[in-house]
């Protein structure tokens, strides 16, 4: 078999923190890996709980495997991985681990063949990504609360709004006539024309979830998300089948399987998550099981860096793109990468647009990840000012230690935003756009 020649030699696994009093656990997980090529890759996994079982199943479990392997092989890799290692998982921790390293070995394989990574999945269809944005934590907030944070979004000029509920899931059905009230407010708010969307966050039981659908089909809502427990998935496909609205699922989905039977339950949306479960390679493969089935794939995504750009890559290369991209609420970790929102608005939609090079906006395109890049180099500063908590390396002699932690309680890179000042802002040319 011919390779490249190129070889995995040193993958490093670390956090970086987004605040100075960020808890390992409310930090971003990443995953470096280093050829000797002189090229490295990076990639972002699932941040939940820090994402520090997916990094840690990474140092001890997988990375040993792939140290001087030709990165290109990254499927047969991650597949291999995946199949040794299931039994840790399938779902959550162990995706999420793959999904970061599959992300870092496209980030490489762009690299060596000097290709943006949506060109090497065949192309752009698109070159301006609309946005909508998606705003948490509505089922704790009044009718009046939830309205002003939404009249805030719409500053953004976003294509959409999504309202999201958060409720908690230990309590189905908490407020149905309020979730339905709010519903009603915010479609007031905004008028009859505009794209909402209701993200019931699993808060319902199949009634109740069938109830708030209806008022919201009345209302003229666009899609209705994840409206019973995620794991109920016949129960998600009733809904769906009962309800006209548009009913979507899938970011607590971590398997092509587990896609392929939303889809046959008849979800007619799917929403897998490129951080969540495999990665571009994961995402690729969602997009045809959908594209087969006649069902709309709208990618998941809420984290403003690594994830956020292999996404975009994806939704750019994406035959069939039915909804804006996910864009999440401001926070500090988005401040420290990305404008929020981004800098376009000048058709009310295109905001994350692959574009001509940064500092050369209009006169020499080039097709480079330079946003990819930005985010890089981002997270590259973060980890190196000593925020980061660099866990683990692993290198060519297959044995992998403990590097000392790096994180500095109570400190923070001078380029990261403190709390309650202006964030820092990148270049409008080099933020959320694709290269
Ligand atoms: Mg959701």
């Given at each position: 078999m011919q390779g490249t020649g190129m070889r995995i030699t040193d993958i490093d696994v670390f956090q970086v923190s987004w605040a100075a009093d960020d808890r390992p656990q409310q930090r971003s997980a990443f995953v470096r890996i280093h050829t000797d090529a002189g090229l490295s890759g990076i990639g972002e996994a699932s941040p939940m709980q820090g994402g520090l079982a997916s990094l840690s199943i990474i140092a001890r479990d997988i990375a040993p495997g792939l140290i001087g392997k030709d990165p290109l092989d990254h499927a047969v890799l991650l597949d291999t991985a995946f199949h040794t290692f299931v039994k840790l998982g399938p779902e959550g921790a162990l995706t999420g681990a793959l999904a970061a390293l599959d992300i870092a070995l496209w980030d490489l394989k762009g690299k060596f063949l000097g290709q943006p990574i949506y060109k090497l999945l065949g192309g752009a269809w698109r070159t301006s990504l609309p946005f909508y944005a998606s705003i948490g934590?509505?089922?704790?907030?009044?009718v009046d609360q939830v309205l002003r944070v939404v009249e805030t979004r719409l500053k953004d000029n976003p294509a959409a709004v999504k309202i999201r509920?958060?409720?908690?899931?230990?309590?189905?059905?908490?407020d149905l006539p309020g979730d339905i009230a709010k519903a009603k407010a915010v479609r007031k708010l905004v008028g009859d024309g505009f794209p909402l969307a209701f993200d019931a966050n699993n808060g319902y039981s199949t009634g109740g979830a069938i109830r708030v659908g209806r008022a919201l089909e009345e209302l003229g809502y666009w899609w209705f998300e994840e409206p019973v427990q995620h794991y109920h998935v016949k129960a998600m496909g009733e809904v769906a089948r009962r309800l006209d609205i548009t009913v979507s699922a899938g970011e607590q989905t971590y398997t092509l399987a587990g896609v392929a039977d939303l889809i046959a339950a008849g979800v007619r949306m799917v929403q897998p998550d490129i951080v969540k479960m495999g990665g571009i390679t994961g995402l690729v493969r969602c997009t045809a099981l959908a594209q087969a089935h006649g069902a709309e794939l709208v990618p998941h995504q809420t984290q403003p860096t690594i994830g956020h750009m292999a996404s975009l890559h994806l939704s750019a290369s994406?035959?069939?793109?039915t909804k804006p991209c996910e864009l999440n609420d401001p926070s500090t970790r988005m401040h420290a990468v990305f404008d929020n929102p981004p800098p376009s608005r000048s058709t009310g939609c295109s905001t994350c647009r692959p574009g001509p090079a940064s500092g050369s906006p209009s006169t020499k395109p080039n097709w480079r990840n330079a946003a990819y890049r930005s985010a890089e180099r981002r997270v590259r500063r973060l980890d190196c000012a000593g925020i980061g908590a660099r866990l683990f390396s692993c290198r060519r002699s297959h044995q992998f230690r403990r590097r000392p932690c790096q994180s500095k309680p109570g400190s923070f890179a001078p380029e990261s935003a403190p709390r309650g000042e202006a964030p820092p802002r990148l270049s409008p040319a080099s933020c959320s756009r694709i290269r």
């Open positions: 934590g509505n089922g704790m907030r009044s509920f958060d409720n908690d899931r230990n309590r189905l059905d908490g994406q035959l069939h793109m």
